[in-house]
């Protein structure tokens, strides 16, 4: 069975016909989800947006023949992981079975899919009482067990309900990982009660510059916002009910002007009137990290307390990156640190700030990831590196027994452009197509089998400098992210090999979704005349924008 018919996106493993002389399936209103233990959720789920996209009630099972079943098989995962499921489609039933609760979820996003573009709306736009299954089996898994995004919600804040919104998104494209980049020297974004100031102050700023960093033009707009305790357990619960973990990333040492904004104790006093900053209103590496006090680390200490009660996330992202080290060579407390705790340098402490969390977050169960400049110094065996300034952090990190999520800039920054040409809204970066990142490898050749499995996943990284509202991130984000969720779901061949025409093909399906879901994607043809703000920003800069 050809899977172009049906534009499933990602991929399945496995699609074939049913029975021989099988036929379809009808949901109507008499069709109840039949949902076994440990579904529950599942059929909650189904009923919200299956059922409200087609107004049927979909009621629990009683004794009608016309049902949906949802059931648990662990034997599934025998090969594949608890990810992995099935959905068999006939006359009678339609099964969705899976590993686990969260296989389960997975199938039903294929099901979802298979009842076509307006299944994904929030009413119905039918009068249609029959919504028609064809007979088909699909088997599933995942590649990967890290699917991951990273939003970036401290250069442009986006509000809760935006982040809500991108749950669901990832959801559809069986994402499983929403890394949250909540600080940063342009902003503060999480609500922390023992230092009330670092959303008081550190979440707003007083302008903004309007693209990338060479641009002369400005917002002259105060910007700012943050999520309360409450709108991040609302937050993580949501994700957790569609089978995604949240990452906080809370950035140590560099990318700290927003806190030291509002504590300016935290930074460098001897060298700096850091009484003087504010939160910064450009792009690019602040010159301002934190200092390497005792003072530093305990304030860090209560922070990423109050964040581990928020996230139970296993992870907890800590940055580590583009760390200047200019304020540190000049301070006097700097070089008494070095020497007290016989670090090679001013190098040395951005490892010993790392290291410092690193064993912090070890002792209560958590794990750290940073980005790959953490490997400077020596990390714990426990520590998982974000290989984003290319493969080679991530050959290295591997080759030396860590966890590795493959992110380089070069493929799967998504705030990069798409084109080139004057309709680019903003032309930074590197030029990335829609056939660029489907033809994206996360694992490196270079590495053997052993090390190649440390390469948990992938992640495709939104930096919000130039995305300055819910629909910038959706041009940039889409459809490139579908096609990222294939790289990181199904089990394609080399990059050279992958069929993108058959991809292209099925996305003339899912493009139908996208606008049922309301995605203010960049069509194929290019940017619609909305979406298009040719020269204004500056001219196009070839390489890395001002992030991470």
Not at 174 to 183: P, Y
Request: hydrophobic share 40%; charged share 25%.
């Amino acid at each position: 069975m050809n899977d172009v018919a049906y534009g499933l996106i990602p991929a399945p493993r496995r699609i074939h016909d049913a029975l021989p002389g099988g036929v379809g399936f009808e949901i109507d209103e008499d069709t109840e989800i039949d949902a076994r233990p440990g579904t529950e959720r599942v059929a909650r789920w189904l009923r919200a947006t299956v059922g409200a996209a087609t107004g049927l009630p979909l009621a629990p099972h009683r004794d009608g023949w016309s049902r949906v079943l949802l059931r648990i098989l662990p034997e599934l995962g025998e090969e594949h992981g608890p990810e992995a499921h099935r959905v068999a489609v006939d006359g009678y039933l339609v099964e969705i079975a899976g590993a686990s609760e969260a296989g389960v979820f997975r199938g039903a996003q294929t099901f979802r899919q298979l009842l076509g573009p307006e299944a994904f709306r929030r009413a119905p736009v039918t009068r249609r009482t029959g919504w028609q299954l064809p007979a088909v089996v699909i088997e599933d898994a995942p590649r990967f067990a890290w699917r991951g995004v990273l939003l970036d919600v401290a250069r442009h804040f986006l509000p809760k309900d935006g982040v809500l919104r991108y749950l669901d998104l990832l959801a559809a494209h069986k994402l499983n990982v929403l890394h949250l980049h909540l600080t940063d020297d342009q902003g503060w974004r999480v609500e922390i009660e023992r230092c009330p100031r670092l959303t008081e102050v550190g979440a707003w700023r007083t302008r903004t510059k309007l693209g990338h960093r060479a641009s002369p033009l400005w917002d002259e707009r105060p910007h700012g916002g943050y999520y309360t305790r409450h709108d991040i357990r609302e937050i993580v619960a949501y994700a957790a009910e569609r089978h995604i973990t949240v990452v906080p990333e809370i950035d140590i040492p560099g990318h700290s002007q927003a806190a030291i904004a509002a504590y300016p104790e935290l930074g460098n006093t001897d060298v700096v009137d850091t009484t003087a900053l504010s939160v910064w209103d450009t792009w690019g590496v602040s010159p301002n990290v934190l200092a390497p006090t005792d003072t530093t680390l305990a304030f860090y200490e209560n922070v990423l307390t109050e964040v581990l009660e928020l996230f139970p996330s296993p992870f907890v992202h800590i940055g580590g990156d583009e760390c200047p080290k200019d304020q540190w060579r000049a301070s006097p407390a700097a070089r008494a640190r070095i020497e007290a705790e016989g670090l090679a340098g001013e190098d040395g402490l951005q490892s010993w700030f790392i290291r410092h969390f690193d064993r912090w977050l070890a002792e209560r169960g958590r794990r750290l990831v940073g980005w790959d400049e953490i490997l400077e110094g020596g990390l714990a065996p426990g520590a998982t590196v974000s290989s984003w300034r290319g493969y080679a952090g991530g050959i290295v990190a591997a080759r030396a027994g860590h966890d590795v999520i493959m992110c380089p800039e070069q493929r799967v920054y998504l705030d990069h452009r798409q084109a080139d040409g004057p309709d680019e809204p903003v032309p930074i970066g590197y030029v990335r197509t829609l056939e660029d990142v489907y033809r994206f490898e996360p694992v490196p050749p270079e590495l053997t089998g052993a090390e190649a499995a440390r390469v948990i996943g992938t992640q495709a990284n939104l930096w919000s400098e130039v995305m300055e509202d819910q629909r910038r991130v959706d041009y940039q984000a889409f459809p490139r992210l579908a096609a990222f969720a294939e790289v990181a779901w199904s089990a394609l061949p080399a990059p050279e090999d992958r069929d993108f025409a058959g991809f292209e093909r099925r996305m003339s399906v899912h493009y139908a979704r996208l606008d049922a879901l309301g995605v203010d994607y960049r069509p194929p043809g290019g940017p619609r005349p909305w979406q298009r703000r040719p020269g204004v920003l500056g001219r196009p800069i070839e390489g890395p924008p001002p992030n991470v």
